[in-house]
């Protein structure tokens, strides 16, 4: 039983754009901080992007700063990850997670910092 869901993921050409959503199953995701994360085959999961509870604090890995953005919208308790000039390096499936820290930003290399996961959505990158 997945906690979140992630959806949005697909087959782009490298320089495309994709827009990934998370929701949550069975509770309020505008209550939690939450993180996108990717693994390709072969490498460790690696932590992409996270926002905070307010939205006010976001942080992301050095691979992706200015080409991703991360978001969320209360209205909708949806947040997203807008994904901008893709690469084939960028070629992994992407996982949602939410933290139940509140008042401080979760570590993104601490997995006891995220509770609840997704099933995760492909992206693919190919000319």
């Known amino acids: 039983q997945s906690q979140l869901v992630e959806s949005g993921g697909g087959l782009v050409q490298p320089g495309g754009s994709l827009r990934l959503s998370c929701v949550a199953s069975?509770?309020?995701?505008?209550?939690?901080?939450v993180g996108w994360f990717r693994q390709a085959p072969g490498k460790e999961r690696e932590g992409v992007s996270c926002i905070s509870v307010s939205g006010e604090d976001t942080q992301y890995t050095e691979s992706v700063k200015g080409r991703f953005t991360i978001s969320r919208d209360n209205a909708k308790d949806t947040v997203y990850l807008q994904m901008n000039s893709l690469t084939p390096e960028d070629r992994a499936m992407y996982f949602c997670?939410?933290?139940?820290?509140?008042?401080?930003?979760?570590?993104?290399?601490?997995?006891?910092?995220?509770?609840?996961w997704g099933q995760g959505t492909q992206v693919t990158v190919r000319g």
């Open positions: 069975g509770f309020a995701l505008r209550d939690y901080a």
């Open positions: 997670a939410a933290s139940r820290r509140r008042w401080t930003m979760p570590n993104m290399r601490d997995p006891s910092d995220w509770h609840y």
